[in-house]
């Protein structure tokens, strides 16, 4: 029976590996982690994250030929092929500080892995890593193995799942993408991870390719999707003021067949732990390779990103008096995205945190996310870089000015406005009739995921502003004075 071992038991590492033991019955896997916390979650009834169908995926294979634990050299000894899907945050300090990935968790464990195997091993770079980290993890392999003789293959398997839709997209990829040596024993190893994927995926989605090619086509992935939204951020602004509709322009693009329709939704900005990290991260390569223009080319997908929060933040200010001072404002989603609970630079951060600067008493509800981690994310601070982070964190009195319900008509009760900041599919189907009799007025809503029906709100009373919809006639006045 060949065996796999997974490192890194996060968004990434179990889903995946949960999918290969599912397609795989004939393999054992082994995902194992240095968190307790997160492998004992694993193990129990309430999995350590969310996304749909998941826990059926795990239900079916744990205890037969799926295993958490947190034995990671035991694993690690015993299996032929190792996944690592640890985290490659960005540095926070030192050379690169800001942009480059911080590749501690990898090194680390490329040292243990050099340490307790005795026989070859396949090791696939599952994480996102800066491209040419294989030639890197290679010397750490080979300059610390104890015992002699020990051949490893190092492959760049990246992964492109999406949160909140993981398992459908692990089920039935758009590709998988495999690199590797161009020698002999480098093409053997891609035709043995090959064969795994070919258990569920087409064979002609599974491209194969230089070791540089695969982890420089990751980073490439997430920074043109982040530049899509932001391309389409940038026309809401341009749409806000010239009467156009982003949805309709965002329409018409996609009946473009050289465009597509994907990745055209305007919104309040991307979040997400990968879209910033990847794009620093490549800013970082094209600066340590002179390449001054390509660097400042992406920099700016961060920069209209940070524009399109502070733009939000300004407009929920300037529409309301130009003060909400004292003033409850319901957030409507903290997650950065639907279907998951996860809040990594999710945007709600940015905009609570400025809305909390101009002294706003703030009321957030999310179907997934916990009032801990809002409370965690709020009173974190971010650190600022080179591009334009507006906002820090925030002190514990002003975070006394956040409280986090349990529904939407607690949330909005005696609020002046709401924001809309996840697209929660149960925020459509609200009773705004019934919020709107409850709230102060005039009563503002601010959609920053261009999500509900204008007209109907507006025909309730609301003052409504969408990211990237003409401004109404209040809006309009309030721009001109402020
Ligand atoms: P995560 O933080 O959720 O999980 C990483 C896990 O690795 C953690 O549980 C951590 O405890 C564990 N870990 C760290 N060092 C370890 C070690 N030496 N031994 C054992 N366990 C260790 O991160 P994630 O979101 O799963 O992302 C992992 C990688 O995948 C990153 O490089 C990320 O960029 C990439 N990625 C993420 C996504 C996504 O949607 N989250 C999608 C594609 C690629
Ligand atoms: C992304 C990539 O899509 C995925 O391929 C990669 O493996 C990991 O990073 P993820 O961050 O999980 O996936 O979610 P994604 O659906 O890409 O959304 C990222 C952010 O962009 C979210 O905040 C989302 O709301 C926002 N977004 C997405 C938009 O604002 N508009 C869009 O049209 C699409």
Redesign the pocket.
């Known amino acids: 029976m060949v065996k796999i071992c997974g490192?890194?038991?996060?968004?990434?590492?179990g889903p995946t590996m949960a999918v290969i033991a599912l397609k795989c019955p004939s393999i054992e896997v082994a995902v194992?982690?240095?968190?307790h916390s997160?492998i004992s979650a694993w193990n129990s009834k309430k999995l350590p994250i969310y996304e749909p169908g998941l826990e059926e995926v795990v239900n079916q294979c744990r205890g037969k030929n799926l295993l958490f634990s947190t034995d990671?050299e035991k694993h690690v000894y015993e299996a032929d092929i190792i996944f690592v899907?640890?985290?490659?945050p960005t540095k926070i300090r030192g050379l690169g500080a800001g942009k480059a990935a911080d590749l501690t968790?990898w090194e680390?464990?490329a040292r243990?892995i050099a340490d307790v195997s005795n026989s070859n091993k396949i090791v696939i770079e599952?994480?996102?890593?800066p491209v040419r980290t294989a030639e890197a993890i290679e010397k750490i392999l080979t300059h610390n193995t104890n015992s002699k003789g020990i051949k490893y293959q190092i492959l760049s398997n990246?992964?492109?799942?999406?949160?909140g839709t993981a398992i459908q997209d692990l089920l039935n990829p758009d590709r998988v993408l495999i690199g590797g040596n161009q020698d002999p024993e480098g093409l053997e190893a891609i035709q043995k991870l090959k064969a795994i994927y070919a258990h569920w995926v087409p064979e002609d989605r599974i491209i194969t390719t230089n070791l540089w090619s695969a982890e420089l086509s990751k980073l490439a992935d997430n920074a043109f999707l982040a530049q899509r939204i932001s391309s389409i951020n940038a026309m809401s602004a341009l749409c806000e003021t010239t009467g156009a509709e982003v949805s309709q322009v965002s329409l018409a693009l996609s009946k473009n067949t050289k465009i597509g329709p994907k990745f055209l939704n305007a919104s309040v900005g991307f979040g997400?732990?990968?879209f910033q990290?990847?794009i620093l991260n490549l800013v970082y390569i094209c600066e340590s390779n002179g390449l001054t223009e390509v660097a400042n080319y992406w920099k700016e997908v961060i920069k209209v990103n940070d524009y399109q929060k502070s733009r939000f933040v300004h407009r929920v200010v300037t529409s309301m008096f130009n003060t909400v001072s004292g003033k409850k404002i319901a957030i409507l989603g903290f997650a950065f995205k639907k279907d998951t609970s996860d809040t990594r630079k999710t945007p709600a951060i940015d905009v609570c945190k400025g809305l909390l600067g101009d002294n706003a008493c703030l009321s957030i509800y999310d179907p997934r996310v916990t009032e801990e981690q809002i409370q965690k994310d709020l009173s974190m601070g971010d650190v600022e870089w080179d591009h334009p982070i507006h906002l820090q964190a925030v002190s514990s009195t002003v975070v006394k000015q956040v409280n986090v319900v349990g529904d939407p008509y607690e949330a909005t009760r005696d609020a002046h406005g709401i924001c809309i900041l996840t697209e929660w599919d149960e925020f459509k189907t609200i009773d705004y009739e019934r919020v709107y009799d409850k709230m102060e007025k005039p009563a503002f809503v601010f959609d920053g995921r261009n999500m509900l029906n204008v007209d109907k709100l507006r025909e309730i009373g609301f003052i409504v502003y969408s990211i990237g919809r003409p401004l109404d006639q209040w809006l309009k006045n309030m721009q001109i004075m402020n």
């Open positions: 490192i890194g038991a996060g968004y990434v590492g194992v982690d240095i968190s997160r990671v899907s640890v985290n490659t968790y680390s464990a243990m599952k994480s996102t890593v990246p992964e492109f799942l999406s949160e997400g732990s990968c990290k990847d």
